[in-house]
């Protein structure tokens, strides 16, 4: 999607960004990414209001076939996934000892293959981690991300717009809810948290309906083909700018993004989509099931509106975040929001009140109350 008119690489605009490939899998043919078309606002609106077609090709994809492959998941990660079914999707989180956020990846299952899609930079690691606790198990976990890409329909009209490639009535992400601390064993049922709807493309790979549309994996060769039959049916493109802007004013965090070496999943709300706080043991377990009895993560993710006066620059992804002159969090991704203007996701200790006066790199910054 890097060809089409007016396209402008995220990579081109900041070479350090973690919005490009990684490098084996850009030496493998793996291209950029766009920021924009050049009418992110434009872009943004479409997305919030209608759908657009976001090329997030760049991450990473890991297909993991083989007869034991969902409960040999379900052991290493934070979600329930034994029970994992052909046309069911869901996400999970790899933890330290400590239960701190090492990876996340969204989960699909097609009958044959459990596919992993990652942030891009994480794939090495995640599959690093699969590859040493396979020993015996009957799985064969491969880097794929050379012969698959990842395209994002977003917005509102997603669900009609997928129809184009030959998919209908994908139904909405089906989430259990967080139980209360110190809730019943056995309250929770033995399913993913969430469960989102995957149905098979016609020409190979596969629809999932998300949060914020519809995801679609196909082969990279046939990118342009599926891109072509989008376009021609109505939907436009859109930059990943746009696509950021509407998971910020979501609330919805990336790791890497909104966390650092520190971050356990009650902290940036990733345990209702990513974790089942009832399947027993897992790596990183104890920490989640500890913190969520008492009921007081140290951290908590919010939304700031940034004073678009003093600076016009958005602060740097990390950036402290201050108040009466002490640290109290940092920043993760900052946009200009079509609606709200200027606005970032931010951690910031669970003290801070929300009516706090902060400071990030010397402009006013407000809590938006949830």
């Known amino acids: 999607m890097i060809d089409i008119a007016g396209a402008v690489a995220a990579e081109a605009i900041d070479e350090e960004t973690r919005d490009q490939p990684e490098p084996a899998h850009a030496a493998a043919g793996v291209g950029p990414v766009a920021a924009h078309y050049g009418d992110p606002i434009r872009e943004q609106r479409l997305l919030a209001t209608d759908v657009?077609?976001?090329?997030?090709?760049?991450?990473?994809?890991?297909?993991?076939?083989?007869?034991?492959?969902?409960?040999?998941?379900?052991?290493?990660?934070?979600?329930?996934?034994?029970?994992?079914?052909?046309?069911?999707?869901?996400e999970l989180l790899v933890l330290s000892p400590h239960g701190h956020v090492?990876?996340?990846?969204?989960?699909?299952?097609?009958?044959?293959?459990?596919?992993?899609?990652?942030?891009?930079g994480d794939t090495t690691g995640l599959l690093g981690y699969l590859e040493k606790m396979r020993f015996f198990t009957?799985?064969?976990?491969?880097?794929?991300?050379?012969?698959?890409?990842?395209?994002?329909?977003?917005?509102p009209g997603a669900g009609e717009a997928v129809a184009a490639l030959g998919v209908s009535g994908l139904a909405e992400p089906d989430l259990l809810g967080v139980p209360g601390p110190k809730f019943a064993a056995g309250s929770v049922p033995p399913?993913?948290?969430?469960?989102?709807?995957?149905?098979?493309?016609?020409?190979?790979?596969?629809?999932?309906?998300?949060r914020l549309g519809v995801d679609v994996l196909v082969p990279r060769a046939s990118v342009p083909e599926v891109v072509d039959a989008l376009v021609v049916a109505g939907t436009p493109v859109a930059g990943l700018w746009a696509y950021e802007a509407v998971r910020v004013a979501h609330r919805l965090p990336r790791v890497g993004f909104e966390t650092d070496h520190r971050t356990i999943p009650?902290?940036?709300?990733?345990?209702a989509s990513a974790v089942h706080l009832d399947k027993g043991c897992y790596r990183g377990q104890e920490t989640v099931a500890r913190v969520h009895n008492?009921?007081?993560?140290?951290?908590?993710?919010?939304?700031?509106h940034l004073d678009g006066v003093t600076s016009d620059q958005l602060p740097t992804a990390g950036a402290p975040v201050t108040a009466g002159g002490r640290t109290v969090g940092f920043v993760g991704t900052a946009v200009r929001h079509f609606e709200l203007g200027p606005v970032a996701?931010?951690?910031?200790?669970?003290?801070?009140?929300?009516?706090?006066?902060?400071?990030?790199?010397?402009?006013?910054?407000?809590?938006?109350?949830?």
């Open 345 to 370: 996701l931010a951690v910031l200790k669970r003290s801070v009140p929300d009516s706090a006066e902060l400071l990030v790199e010397g402009t006013a910054a407000a809590i938006d109350p949830e």
């Open 102 to 120: 090492e990876q996340h990846a969204m989960v699909a299952e097609d009958g044959e293959t459990t596919w992993l899609d990652t942030e891009p």
């Open 138 to 155: 009957r799985v064969d976990p491969r880097d794929a991300t050379a012969d698959w890409a990842l395209l994002s329909l977003v917005g």
């Open 266 to 271: 009650s902290e940036v709300g990733l345990v």
């Open 52 to 90: 657009g077609l976001v090329d997030r090709s760049h991450r990473g994809v890991i297909a993991v076939p083989g007869a034991e492959r969902t409960g040999w998941l379900h052991t290493l990660t934070s979600q329930h996934l034994a029970s994992l079914r052909a046309g069911q999707g869901s």
């Open 294 to 304: 008492l009921g007081r993560p140290p951290r908590r993710l919010v939304l700031l």
């Open 191 to 210: 399913r993913p948290s969430v469960v989102y709807d995957v149905r098979t493309l016609p020409g190979g790979g596969w629809a999932r309906r998300v």
